[in-house]
């Protein structure tokens, strides 16, 4: 019979979140895997807690080399508990490469929920909640930064990275360029814990303010794209859509009504635009 991978979400700053079954895995599972095992020994002793299994590092450096070995002990019938410095693994955090492996194996995997820097920052941050997307961090060339945040100019969701405070200037500052220097955002900084500090605004004055530095964790929440209202088209666009449609067999009638909804205005002024195209025509 195979064993059991365990993904354990860890206390983001404050260690009284740690979810209640956090200490009941770490004290009985076989192997303990741990982003950083000084962190690790930090966490069970604040929680009181002796983990009785192996514990072994398991860190973007020796992911690869470790993933095989853990697999293998979950083959034999191994509870493997894995855990990382903040929050869930593998959401930025070592852990995806060893849940697809275990996946493949056809080994059960399953979580202890925790705390999430994501979830906590979109709460806090003011900004609509109901649709958003998570961009981790942001590469740290500025060209491919830009590029990285081209891509998403025109996301509606709300959208949610991880940064690093010694680049969080040039992250709002480019932010700004790209989706606006209104666009309105919020830096969650040390959530949860002492100095925990949530600075809202547009981005022009976020950056501004971190051009002065800031310490501690950093999540940053981005406000959506705005809907865009209707094209702003000149008579002679319309008339073209117009003939578009017709000569993929509309009738004039339907073609008129169809790009006066696409251009969001009356249909009689397609309808001019079309009659005034004709009689200048020679």
């Known amino acids: ?5 365990v993904l354990a979400g860890t206390p983001i700053g404050d260690v009284a979140d740690a979810p209640p079954r956090l200490a009941e895995e770490l004290s009985g599972a076989d192997v303990v895997a741990a982003e950083d095992t000084r962190r690790l020994r930090r966490l069970t002793q604040a929680l009181g807690v002796q983990p009785s299994g192996r514990i072994v590092s398991y860190f973007e450096g020796n992911e690869a080399a470790r993933t ?11 509870r ?17 490469r060893l849940v697809a492996a275990a996946v493949e194996k056809d080994i059960r995997v399953t979580a202890v929920p925790g705390p999430s820097a994501v979830l906590t920052a979109l709460a806090l941050s ?15 060339k500025a060209g491919e930064r830009l590029g990285r ?6 996301e509606r969701r709300t959208l949610v990275y991880f940064e690093a405070p010694h680049r969080l200037d040039a992250t709002l500052t ?7 220097a209104g666009r309105r955002a919020a830096v969650c900084r040390e959530l949860t814990k002492t100095y925990e500090e949530i600075k809202r605004g547009p981005l022009g004055e976020l950056a501004a303010w971190a051009a002065e530095g800031v310490r501690g964790e950093i999540t940053v929440v981005v406000e959506g794209a705005p809907e865009k209202g209707p094209e702003e088209l000149d008579a002679a666009e319309l008339v073209r859509r117009v003939r578009v449609r017709e000569e993929a067999g509309e009738r004039r009638k339907e073609a008129i009504a169809a790009v006066a909804v696409e251009a969001g205005v009356p249909k009689r002024e397609v309808f001019d635009a079309v009659v005034e195209a004709k009689r200048g025509a020679p």
């Open 1 to 5: 019979m195979t064993g059991t991978l």
């Open 68 to 78: 095989p070995e853990l697999v293998e002990a979950l083959a034999g019938g191994a």
């Open 80 to 96: 493997v508990l894995l855990v990382t410095d903040a929050g869930m693994p593998s959401v930025s955090d070592p852990g995806y």
């Open 126 to 140: 003011g900004l609509p909640v109901d649709r958003f997307c998570f961009e981790g961090f942001l590469p740290r």
């Open 149 to 154: 945040l081209r891509e998403v100019a025109d």
């Open 174 to 180: 480019a932010m700004a360029e790209v989706f606006g």
